[in-house]
């Protein structure tokens, strides 16, 4: 079973910055695939970055809405991955997940609230 925790979610103007960490209960190496989702007030979860561990380094995929804004990465030796969120849009306000994909199931976090204001 995996944990995630995600933090550093919180209110910022447009054009801001905000990085959320996602702590993971076990050794990240073990888990192949790692995501960001958000889901904004009233609508579905949508993906937003995707990390996965490839034999020639990582491979990372975003939204087109994120693309050139938002960075993800992963830091093995501290169980983390990150979501760097650069010029912050409005639109970008949302419920942040954070999810593993292990051993063929998914593991999600409890979701850290982003809100940004024009």
């Known amino acids: 079973q995996v944990q995630l925790v995600e933090s550093g979610g919180g209110l910022v103007q447009a054009g801001g910055s905000l990085r959320l960490s996602c702590a993971a209960s076990?050794?990240?190496?073990?888990?192949?695939?790692m995501s960001w989702y958000r889901q904004p007030p009233g609508k579905q979860r949508e993906l937003v970055a995707v990390?996965?561990?490839?034999?020639?380094?990582?491979?990372?995929r975003y939204a087109d809405s994120v693309k050139g804004r938002f960075a993800i990465s992963r830091d093995n030796a501290k169980n983390t991955v990150y979501l760097q969120m650069n010029s912050l849009k409005p639109e970008d306000t949302a419920v942040y997940y954070c999810?593993?994909?292990?051993?063929?199931?998914?593991?999600w976090g409890q979701g850290t609230q982003v809100t940004v204001s024009s």
């Open positions: 076990i050794n990240i190496i073990r888990i192949n695939t």
């Open positions: 990390i996965t561990s490839g034999v020639s380094g990582d491979i990372i």
């Open positions: 999810n593993a994909q292990y051993i063929n199931y998914d593991y």
